[in-house]
């Protein structure tokens, strides 16, 4: 863990966020003694700006995730991608035609946890970002947590063991969490509302019955709502569709009846919407009513609550009646009114009457339910127009509700620091006035209120006894509070009381029954207190599983020893799985292990930090098996080690710029900026291997090179672009252009890798959402005869006679590898799991059980006996399964069903029965062909086929070798049909 003094100056630069949250202030103040532990911060002490830093590392993994506002998608396409997969996985549970290896066990591996965590004063255990908490009203032991991309997570024992309860979902990005005891019922908001595209997007609301039970999951709830646009046009979307929810309140008088939060900006880039932010198809931000939530998903419905109707000028009016896009962070009851109508809510804006603020509503569940705007955020950008709620409510009395926003802290705080945002406001009237900023906490959110407020209270007796607990970015002596406490309802300084917990605060929830325990979710994890705050203790422990890995670098030799990089956590080391440890601080991005190692002690390895532009571009070396680490590349604006850091000569790069190992002893290895670097001295000094830039302003996502031949280079850009040589030279060729005449879709360019056996052969895997799975939209595409002519092939499954039939889904893979000991063995990483195919890409099935739909960023496969494929995850650590290692080849039977005059039949059935009498069953398409794949061989199966009006004479085959053209041509007649079997479902004939 790295402590950081800064004295001094650090001037803070202007950035703007896209439209989902807003701009980050441009602010200039000195912030004077700076004292933290800053996860953010790597250990080469750059400088560098919090927000923009943030920033970055959103759009990076927004790419990764698919997302590019410039290339608008789908946000149902994930939807579909999930229920393709999910059809898949069980048909094969269903058929012994399916190769057993396929359903093989996926093993996780952790970390749970890492142990020596970037925390504040001392080192604990961390995991994953928690983004939400419930506790049992009447049992402080029974707690729920929610995970960023992790899930849902269940305590009965106070956060002693964990078992996730959400698994089964169609997304494990979680937003917000409502307990209904009267019910027995959790109330699920998926899309985490934290502001950064590295949240990930959600498909609407879920249910959980009997949580602290069965935990069952019924949804997704995503009811559709129809409505005019402001053109007058009649719309119909789903309620939910893009967007992430922030909060739901459950009508204390109808159980079945819900006020939901929607919140913007987590699936564009740096937090912009999909659509080029066009409403719609895109859902708008704000406040629904769902009705009939309790019953069958479909039978839901949404109606819009306007919570503002201002049209401010701003170009927030996109309906009829104008009910205003802006998001809803937070909202509460005032429980002195028992039918739950007077509401307060919290309006993501700025200071325009109208706009960002609060709103209070005393009919909030009626037919026509009315807002009055009772409080105008000083906030001039919606970054820091995020606010957050706290009530202490006593006896019948209006609620005491306390706020904590991004305003500016120069309004009466005790900060009065232009560079340090954040403050508490108070209403003693259930919401109608609101006081002046309040003296304490002034400042607590910092650079970073878009991301970083948690606050929740211990009501006192007066104002002046309430408790306090609030959470902000990092601490420092001035203004920033990492974790708080004010015993005197804000009134002097908030105490620091944030020892051992990570930064960047989340979510604070004290159990209603026992305000001495407190939960706490942050970038870190969870945490606990037993005494209301003062002291913390970890609980994550070997069961509680969300690391959010952003790479995975193997051991040549050594099956248990692997590197990855995780997001906000460092740069994780497993030695002897799965124990892990963390090797480096900062954020950790890609990772390589040298694969001449001989050793386990003895072990070159590299790794990224953030990378930016007059700040720090580079990697970290060690000799050591990662005992110590150099950093190689440059720092302000200087050229070291080879590696510019001036904006006026390295025109753009990553945030995670990425490196690729060469063969060689030691492997070369490569840098991309917005050029190619390569260093056949482990970093000393890497030189310029490409055109410089190869597209100005256009960083490299992905580097390939052959391990036959240093000399076989490919790379690609974020906007889609691929550049190659064979021949070493350091002016590349493009492979595929950008724009007309592009045969690859323009989509970010995730992986690219080499065939180990064919150095003219290479696949690249690409991001975002194609919106179809036509053979131009594949995913994936393999490019042979590299050092000729190169061939560019789509191999997603779809075929020129099946376009439709894809069998990898429209989503993105962000990772890719190649089996060395046979490379017609493919791995596909995708948004949504793992895909493997075993004939070169001709067909894809889902690979293992047991691995929840979670992303994957990274894959490599580890030696062993048996070898295994590992993943690395972004939200559930690291899994890994054992490598496909069939029998006996993979076989498939096609061909066509015709009618006597050679018309393809379109809708028979054709089924295949084996000796046990077991059947499975396929439709012919609308040109008559048909198709069964991974078919176990060495069986003699009977072939029948049905269609009106037609007789077909059976077929007897033995299954020894693919067999593409076994046609069935009928003659006319009548005959018993042949009944379909249901996802490979067992008849006996």
């Known amino acids: 863990m790295k402590k950081f003094i800064l004295i001094g100056a650090l001037t803070a630069i202007a950035v703007t966020v896209f439209f989902g949250w807003g701009s980050i202030t441009e602010v200039s103040a000195k912030i004077a003694e700076y004292f933290y532990d800053d996860p953010d911060r790597s250990p080469t002490g750059a400088e560098f700006d919090e927000a923009e830093y943030i920033l970055r590392r959103d759009q990076y993994i927004a790419l990764l995730r698919g997302v590019d506002p410039e290339r608008p998608a789908d946000p149902q396409s994930r939807t579909r991608a999930v229920e393709l997969m999910n059809g898949q996985a069980d048909k094969l549970k269903r058929t012994r035609f399916a190769k057993d290896a396929l359903l093989a066990a ?60 959400f698994d089964g979902a169609q997304t494990l990005a979680i937003g917000a969490l409502t307990l209904d005891p009267a019910t027995n019922r959790l109330w699920v908001g998926t899309g985490e509302a934290n502001g950064s595209a590295d949240s990930f997007a959600g498909v609407g609301l879920y249910r959980i019955n009997d949580p602290a039970g069965a935990a069952t999951l019924v949804g997704p709830i995503n ?19 893009g967007r992430s929810i922030s909060k739901i309140l459950i009508n204390p008088t109808d159980p079945n009846e819900l006020l939901v939060g929607a919140a913007g ?76 109508n007077t509401v307060i809510v919290w309006l993501n804006g700025i200071n325009i009457a109208g706009d960002g603020g609060i709103y209070r509503s005393t009919n909030a569940f009626d037919a026509l339910p009315t807002f009055t705007q009772t409080f105008v955020t000083p906030a001039t950008s919606t970054s820091n127009g995020r606010g957050m709620f706290a009530v202490a409510q006593q006896g019948v009395s209006p609620a005491r509700i306390y706020v904590a926003s991004g305003e500016p802290s120069t309004g009466g705080s005790l900060c009065n620091s232009a560079s340090n945002a954040g403050g508490l406001r108070r209403s003693t009237d259930g919401g109608q006035t609101w006081s002046a900023e309040l003296p304490g906490g002034g400042g607590f959110c910092s650079t970073q209120c878009f991301y970083n407020i948690a606050i ?140 001449n190692a001989a050793d386990t002690t003895n072990v070159t390895m590299y790794h990224t930090f ?93 580097i390939g090179i052959s391990p036959q031949d240093d000399n076989y280079r490919i790379v690609g850009l974020n906007n889609g672009a691929l550049f190659f040589t064979t021949t070493g030279s350091t002016t590349l060729t493009s492979l595929d252009p950008t724009g007309g005449g592009s045969v690859i879709p323009d989509f970010y360019v995730a992986r690219l890798a080499f065939d180990p056996t064919n150095k003219n052969t290479v696949y690249i895997s690409l991001g975002n959402y194609s919106g179809g799975t036509s053979l131009a939209q594949s995913h994936v595409w393999k490019v042979t005869n590299l050092n000729t002519t190169p061939v560019l092939t789509p191999i997603n499954g779809a075929t020129s006679l099946a376009p439709t039939a894809a069998t990898l889904p429209d989503v993105p893979v962000n990772a890719f590898a190649v089996d060395p000991s046979n490379p017609n063995f493919l791995y596909a990483g995708t948004d949504i799991g793992v895909y493997l195919s075993t004939d070169g890409g001709t067909n894809w099935n889902p690979y293992g059980t047991g691995l929840p739909r979670v992303a994957v960023f990274d894959m490599a496969i580890a030696p062993g006996s048996p070898r295994q494929l590992r993943i690395a995850t972004h939200g559930r650590g690291m899994w890994q399964i054992p490598v496909f290692a069939p029998t006996a080849a993979n076989v498939s039977i096609a061909g066509r069903i015709l009618a006597p005059d050679g018309r393809g039949l379109s809708n028979a059935i054709v089924a295949l029965t084996n000796a046990d009498g077991q059947s499975i069953s396929v439709r012919s398409n609308s040109f008559g062909h048909y198709r069964f794949d991974e078919l176990a061989s060495g069986q003699t199966v009977t072939v029948n086929v049905s269609s009106k009006g037609y007789v077909f004479d059976p077929q007897v085959i033995n299954l020894s070798d693919n067999l593409e053209d076994l046609n069935f041509t009928g003659r006319e007649g009548l005959t018993m049909p042949v009944r379909p079997i249901s996802k490979g479902a067992k008849e006996k004939p």
Not at 223 to 241: C, I, K, W
Request: proline letters at 7%; hydrophobic letters at 35%.
């Open 223 to 241: 009811p559709v709502r129809t409505y005019f646009d402001s053109g007058s046009n009649l719309q119909s979307t789903p309620a939910f569709n």
């Open 265 to 340: 900006g987590v699936i564009g880039l740096g937090g912009n919407p999909p659509f080029g932010n066009v409403v719609p198809p895109l859902a708008m931000r704000g406040l629904y009513k769902i009705s009939n939530a309790g019953g069958a998903p479909a039978t839901a419905t949404a109606t819009r609550v306007a919570v503002s109707t201002t049209n401010t000028g701003l170009g927030l009016c996109l309906d009829l009646p104008c009910t205003v896009n802006r998001s809803v962070n937070d909202m509460v009851f005032d429980l002195s009114d028992p039918t739950g």
């Open 610 to 702: 953030f990378n930016q532009l007059n700040s720090q571009i580079g990697y970290e070396r060690s000799t050591n098996a990662g005992t110590s680490w150099t950093f190689l590349g440059c720092s302000g604006g200087s050229t070291t080690n080879g590696v510019a850091c001036s904006s006026a000569t390295t025109t753009a790069v990553n945030f995670y710029a990425p490196v690729a190992l060469g063969p060689g002893n030691p492997n070369t290895i490569y840098l991309g900026t917005d050029r190619l670097l390569r260093s056949a001295t482990t970093g000393t000094a890497n030189a310029t291997v490409s055109q410089a830039p190869l597209v100005s302003g256009v960083p490299i996502s992905a």
């Open 106 to 165: 996926w093993t996780e591996l952790g970390p749970n946890p890492i142990p020596n965590g970037q925390t504040q004063s001392v080192t604990t255990p961390v995991s994953g970002r928690v983004t939400a908490i419930e506790i049992d009203p009447t049992d402080p032991n029974k707690v729920y947590v929610g995970a960023a991309q992790g899930g849902i997570f269940r305590s009965l024992d106070g956060g002693a063991t964990w078992t996730p309860i």
């Open 456 to 595: 929740d209270l211990v009501p006192g007796v007066t104002s002046t006894t309430d408790k306090i607990l609030l959470g902000g970015n990092v601490r420092s002596t001035s203004c920033a509070k990492l974790q708080g406490t004010s015993l005197d309802g804000a009134a002097t300084a908030f105490s620091n009381t944030d020892v051992g917990v990570h930064a960047d605060s989340h979510v604070i929830k004290i159990a209603p029954s026992n305000p001495l325990v407190v939960y706490r979710g942050d970038d870190g994890g969870i945490w606990k207190s037993v005494d209301g705050g003062a002291t913390w203790a970890s609980l994550n422990n070997t069961t509680f599983r969300a690391t959010q890995f952003q790479s995975i670098a193997v051991h040549p030799s050594d099956p248990n020893f692997t590197i990855g990089g995780t997001q906000d956590n460092g740069t994780e080391k497993m030695t002897t799985g799965p124990t892990w440890i963390r090797s480096q601080a900062g954020d950790g991005g890609f990772t390589a292990i040298d694969q």
